[in-house]
């Protein structure tokens, strides 16, 4: 599979939300990496993902919110496909756990049995800093393998 | 043993969602006036064709509700579940929808105690093949103080198909380009205050958006929503954006 096609570079940015001052007590994010299949060559080709415009809305709310819970739904294949996957974005998390006091991520793969266990996940944002520090601070929570409870 | 008339009520209303042993229980004479009350709880109104004997709602043709409820306007005050349905291209069917819809406007603003509204549109169309009779008397009742349930399904290109309750206003729509799911300038702008000057159904949305208390909106990718949040900025605590749900249409 070929590179992800993020939000931002697709040529399209996300509109200002708040335009006010306001206050959120629980703010609910849910996004998507999805595969694409070409029809004409019959195979999957990319990977379209929102993770860009989910980090874009966050970084919106940052201070204007109690509680954020983003849901990942991944639409692997293979387990393999996963180091496709650009998670940069979630960088944001890091930046956004300073300022609101509970965050929770929910990453979902629909692979069964599950495929993205919390430590691998934990391992994909190694790089990040803060985003280890917010979970060993109780303030990210990490729910793999499920999704936001309706 | 006898059962007295409460316990047998109280059970009877556990069978609505179950509208066949309903109507067969309406079959005997003495439950017909106690059965009465909970078959005609949620009624169901049919546009367009419909194999109807396959259908387990049982739905009504308009025409046959309406000669029914002038027959018998008790039943006006057993409804609490109106749904409106339609089967049938929109672009076809448009012509009869607007006139079974106008001639329906009437029986519609007879309801008096509604609780719940749900229209299910032919798919993907937009709220003009609903008529403005329709329109004007489908807004009398949403204004109605019992109505806290309201659904609009499946309506294309539009911004409030979903309103879920007075207080909780769910945002969703489907975009009359489809397309490259990619290409993102293919999405059509979210702009609630454009769309809903229009219809006077909007202005009844527009006038509640300002007592919400939790949004949720698909894919708000064009704009629009700052604007929205201005409005229930007051009331709104919870916010639910969803890029997710966005990515199936296409």
């Not at chain 2, 945002?171 to 609630?192: A, E, I, K, N």
């Amino acid at each position: 599979m070929g590179q992800a096609i993020p939000l931002s570079e697709s040529g399209h940015n996300l509109p200002k939300f708040f335009s006010a001052p306001f206050d959120i007590q629980h703010l609910t994010i849910r996004t998507a990496v999805l595969p694409m299949y070409n029809k004409e060559i019959q195979t999957w080709t990319d990977w379209t993902t929102w993770l860009p415009a989910a980090a874009e809305a966050i970084s919106q709310c940052i201070s204007l919110t109690q509680h954020l819970t983003l849901s990942i739904n991944i639409g692997l294949r293979t387990y393999s496909d996963l180091a496709e996957i650009d998670f940069s974005p979630l960088a944001i998390l890091g930046s956004a756990s300073l300022s609101i006091p509970h965050i929770d991520l929910y990453v979902h793969t629909g692979i069964l049995p599950s495929a993205l266990t919390r430590a691998e996940l934990i391992s994909l944002l190694e790089d990040y800093e803060d985003i280890i520090r917010s979970i060993n601070e109780g303030v990210l929570v990490i729910h793999s393998e499920k999704r936001i409870p309706e | 043993m006898r059962v007295s008339l409460e316990i047998l009520d109280l059970i009877l209303g556990f069978l609505i969602p179950h509208r066949e042993t309903l109507i067969a229980c309406s079959k005997d004479q003495v439950l017909f006036p106690i059965v009465k009350r909970h078959l005609y709880y949620h009624v169901i109104v049919h546009f367009g064709s419909n194999n109807r004997r396959a259908d387990t709602n049982y739905p009504f043709k308009p025409d046959r509700l309406s000669k029914l409820l002038s027959e018998d306007p008790r039943i006006l005050n057993y409804v609490k579940i109106l749904q409106v349905q339609f089967k049938g291209d929109p672009l076809l069917c448009m012509r009869t929808f607007k006139l079974e819809l106008d001639k329906f406007a009437k029986t519609l603003v007879k309801f008096p105690v509604l609780e719940c509204i749900i229209i299910t549109s032919p798919g993907d169309s937009d709220w003009c093949f609903l008529s403005e009779a329709f329109q004007d008397a489908l807004e009398n009742r949403l204004s109605l103080p019992t109505v806290m349930e309201i659904h609009f399904l499946h309506f294309a290109d539009e911004i409030l198909p979903d309103l879920n309750c007075k207080n909780n206003l769910a945002l969703s729509g489907y975009f009359s380009t489809p397309g490259q799911f990619r290409s993102l300038q293919q999405f059509l702008p979210l702009d609630p205050f454009y769309r809903l000057k229009p219809y006077p159904l909007h202005r009844w949305a527009k006038s509640h958006i300002k007592e919400l208390r939790s949004l949720r909106c698909v894919a708000p990718v064009g704009g629009g929503l700052a604007e929205l949040l201005e409005v229930c900025s007051g009331t709104l605590n919870e916010l639910d954006i969803d890029f997710e749900n966005a990515s199936r249409k296409f």
